[in-house]
């Protein structure tokens, strides 16, 4: 299946992969060609990126649904068929969100929702902004005004962690340590409880330094007594979303650069997705540097066509030529290590997985024509030189 059959067929669009390789860019690009093409379309970040922002026409990213202006498309000569909104996620929302639907009344809610240690968890525990993203999908998924979701994911340090986002974040919370921790906390065992903090070996109680004796205590028993009765909930609902995740309606679109580390990531990352039994939807190599052709003219005859734009230059119109070269050939060269590199995943991955590829531009990709110009190579209506 082609990348554009893929965002045709699927309700839910999600982009993965690590760090700065071009998540947030394939996310928008696909939601604007599908808007372009006549769906009702939600792109859903976490990137509070400006110039994506901008380049959507709206000049800060929200927490609330904010469509893009109709206008924008015309502006830029293009015709908007659909529709296409972009929201932000806000990772504590979701998180306090979540609480209110699974507490079982209002006391047991505002119980959790006012603890300080809570407001550490929900906003710095391992995983949490990996599965509220994935906990905002699985509620607009719900949503009938969405014809289409394309969920952009937050830079993982391992694109992994974001698979098991769901049950990670239950199994530290029902860890082995959390239960000590209570078991330490019930039993006022206060030798237990004493060694447990001076290991110090618990995140969430090094981030608490600040709590001192006695109210560090009270936190601690509010947050646990409510978590406790939050928890079955809060187990089974993950378990639902983690499911929802593996639907048929949700393809996940692995993105890379063509960096050897970004590679590395994207083979493990697909080996996991095959392990798991999950689909491995399409591939999206994006900056690949092409290779650009050696100019025609011969070095003299080049010397000579510089040598009028380099009256106020300290290099000689010989040395310009020499300079350009060097440049050329190091291009030359990184344009031959991004196709050896590019090679390797294709190979690794086989026939069965879709594959793009999207050059480097010359510039960020900062407006609505640049994300356009994005999606003609992800549909496969433009193709990177070689
Ligand atoms: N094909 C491209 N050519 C040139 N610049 C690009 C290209 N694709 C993305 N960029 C630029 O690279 C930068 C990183 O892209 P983007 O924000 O989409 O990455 P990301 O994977 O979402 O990053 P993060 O992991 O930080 O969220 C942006 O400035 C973007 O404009
Ligand atoms: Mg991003």
Redesign the pocket.
């Known amino acids: 299946m082609s990348l554009l059959e893929i965002l045709r067929s699927h309700r839910v669009v999600v ?1 993965v ?12 690009a696909l939601a604007v060609h599908a808007a372009l093409e006549g769906r009702r379309v939600l792109c859903l970040t ?2 509070p ?1 400006r ?2 922002a901008n380049s959507l026409g709206l000049s800060e990213m929200t927490t609330s649904e904010q469509e893009v202006p109709k206008e924008l498309f015309a502006a830029h000569g293009l015709e908007l068929k659909g529709s296409l909104s972009a929201m932000m996620l806000d990772t504590k929302k979701t998180f306090d969100q979540l609480i209110h639907n699974l507490a079982s009344d209002a006391e047991s809610r505002d119980r959790i929702l006012n603890n300080e240690i809570y407001q550490y968890v929900s906003n710095s525990l391992a995983g949490t902004q990996e599965y509220m993203a994935m906990e905002k999908l699985f509620e607009v998924r719900k949503d009938p005004s969405w014809d289409l979701i394309v969920l ?1 994911t ?2 993982t340090a391992n694109a992994l962690d974001f698979l098991d986002a769901p049950e990670r974040l239950i199994g530290t919370i029902d860890s082995p340590a959390t239960r000590w921790f209570i078991q330490a906390f019930e039993t006022s065992d206060r030798g237990a409880f004493g060694a447990l903090l001076s290991k110090g070996a618990s995140l969430v109680l090094s981030g608490l330094a600040k709590f001192t004796g006695a109210e560090f205590l009270k936190q601690v028993a509010e947050f646990i007594a409510g978590l406790n009765d939050l928890f079955g909930g809060f187990r089974a609902h993950a378990t639902e979303v983690s499911e929802a995740l593996r639907s048929d309606d949700v393809a996940f679109v692995v ?1 890379t650069s063509p960096h050897p580390l970004a590679i590395r990531e994207a083979v493990f990352f697909s080996d996991r997705l095959k392990e798991a039994g999950m689909r491995r939807d399409g591939v999206i190599v ?3 540097h092409e290779l650009l052709p050696e100019p025609e003219p011969e070095a003299d005859e080049l010397a000579r066509m510089v040598a009028p734009h380099l009256e106020r230059s300290r290099f000689s119109p010989e040395e310009a030529v020499e300079r350009m070269f060097t440049a050329l050939d190091d291009e030359r060269m990184r344009a031959v290590a991004d196709r050896v590199e590019t090679d390797r995943l294709r190979y690794h991955l086989g026939e069965e997985v879709n594959f793009v590829e ?9 407006d609505l024509l ?1 994300l356009h110009r ?1 999606s003609k190579y992800l549909t496969g209506e433009l193709s990177s030189a070689l």
């Open positions: 982009t992969g690590s760090g700065g390789v071009g998540k947030t860019t394939s996310a928008a976490i990137d990126a110039r994506l952009d937050p830079p993105v994006n900056q690949v999207v050059p480097a531009f010359e510039e960020d990709v900062h640049a994005v």
